[in-house]
């Protein structure tokens, strides 16, 4: 009788602790991003993991090295989350709402004016991009290297690059404030810029950011209402379960340009794996970086705030590890998703293990700290702009180990929508409301 072999379950637990360790310092149905990031772990670890044995091929070496490094990183990291979690619930945080002008002005009552200009210019952004490079990436010959820009349709994308990146970050972190206007306006106007705005994005084949932003915004709804949680967590796990199969789906409906290699799986639930192929993607660059290895020393940690293809960019650095001696350009990918103790141990060894892992969970605990305070209210679209300022800033902050130049876009964008006072808007404070229209006092019941 053969021992019982505990690696998958605990690589299970832990990898799955990562995507929702905000839990601990933030056990609230508001935690939108965690209950998405449980549905999200169920469908990227649990079922490859646990359901298909995903880890039975894997040498024992490299399967213990790899147990190792991200069961001591969850450890380290479920620390941070604790004293991070403590330190972000310190202190009287009420003027935080007031210094960007929810609690008195207008801050809210003129968001969907400012939210409006910057998500309609974004999509004519993304027209214009569309019109100058020749090609839209979900209906080109070859989806795949056109989502990613590589060969052939690398030098029609460089002219528009910084256009499109940016209307892409800027309509990706916007999209649960347009669900919410177009929620609580209920006009053709506002319904106009969702669907431009969903069309956009699924017509660049980015489909998470596309649909992550509506099941954010649903998320906060059902969080107001303070029921229905345990069916809208089944509905974004159909959604992922849908999402992971989707171009599987689309080859079988017979649109032979999503025809892929990865998915000739025997069962539906392969399928969903191949979709999110994170565990499988992390164990060929743990055993192609073991092969090789090379200490990237942080360089990483910054390399992807310069755009392009440099050499230090996390996604072009792991792209060469797994695919030696190839040019990374010709590569339709956007890079691998690897957890935190992964960067710490290329970065700096076992002690980058440890602190990465550390400061990773710091960092979430402290923000998940401040939003526990900051983000419940009974007004809609309070709860909304905070949420969407959260992962704004969650997504810079906690990765200090890869960040991105698109990450920073998106911070400069929350700033700007909270700090840009448009002419003619004076403050609510003492009575006055000159200045706002009548759809934005509907919005907004907090401030009547």
């Known amino acids: ?56 091929n894997v040498s024992g070496a490299a399967l213990d090295l790899y147990a190792q490094v991200i069961v001591l ?18 202190g ?13 002005f207008s801050g809210l009552g003129n968001m969907s004016k400012r939210t409006q200009i910057i998500v309609v210019l974004s999509i004519l952004g993304m027209v214009a991009s569309f019109t100058v490079m020749g090609f839209i990436p979900a209906l080109a010959a070859d989806p795949y290297a056109a989502k990613f820009f ?18 892409t970050s800027a309509i990706s972190l916007l999209f649960p404030l347009v669900a919410m206007y177009a929620w609580k306006y209920r006009s053709a ?35 107001t209402r303070g029921r229905g949680m345990w069916i809208y967590f089944l509905g974004i796990l159909g959604v992922y379960f849908v999402g992971s199969a989707l171009y599987y789906v689309l080859s079988l409906w017979g649109v032979d340009s999503f025809a892929h290699g990865s998915y000739a799986s025997t069962s539906f639930l392969a399928e969903i794996a191949a979709g999110s192929p994170d565990v499988a993607d992390q164990i060929n660059f743990f055993t192609k970086w073991l092969d090789r290895p090379e200490y990237t020393h942080g360089l990483t940690f910054v390399g992807g705030l310069i755009p392009g293809n440099f050499k230090w960019n996390p996604s072009v650095w792991s792209l060469s590890v797994i695919n030696p001696g190839v040019d990374v350009s010709a590569i339709s990918s956007g890079g ?8 710490g141990f290329v970065s700096f060894g076992w002690p980058g293990v440890v602190a990465v892992s550390f400061g990773y969970g710091f960092f979430t605990g402290v923000l998940a700290g401040f939003a526990r305070r900051l983000i419940p209210s009974t007004n809609l679209a309070q ?66």
């Not at 209950?35 to 359901?51: K, R």
């Not at 590589?150 to 209307?167: F, K, S």
């Open 336 to 343: 691998l998703r690897l957890p935190a103790p992964i960067w």
């Open 189 to 223: 106007k506002w319904y106009m810029i969702l669907v431009g705005s969903l069309g956009v994005m699924l017509l660049s084949l980015q489909r998470e950011p596309a649909l992550s932003g509506i099941l954010l915004f649903a998320g906060i709804l059902v969080a």
């Open 150 to 167: 590589r060969g052939e349709y690398a030098v029609r994308y460089g002219p528009v690059a910084p256009l499109y990146r940016l209307a």
């Open 1 to 56: 009788m053969s021992a019982f072999d505990a690696r998958p379950l605990l690589l299970c637990i832990s990898l799955s602790g990562f995507a929702v360790v905000s839990y601990l310092a933030w056990p609230s149905r508001w935690n939108i991003v965690a209950h998405t990031q449980l549905a999200f772990s169920i469908v990227a670890y649990v079922i490859p993991i646990l359901l298909l044995d995903g880890l039975s």
């Open 383 to 448: 709860a909304t702009v905070l949420t969407v300022i959260y992962v704004s800033l969650s997504d810079v902050i906690p990765v200090f180990f890869r960040l991105s130049y698109l990450s920073i876009l998106q911070v400069l964008v929350a700033v700007i929508l909270v700090y840009w006072h448009t002419s003619g808007i004076r403050s609510i404070e003492g009575g006055s409301r000159e200045g706002l229209r009548q759809d934005d006092l509907r919005a907004f019941p907090s401030i009547r």
């Open 92 to 104: 009287d945080w009420s003027r935080v709402l007031d210094r960007i002008s929810f609690a008195t």
């Open 73 to 90: 990183g969850f450890v380290a990291c479920t620390l941070g989350v604790a004293i991070g979690g403590w330190v972000g619930r310190l």
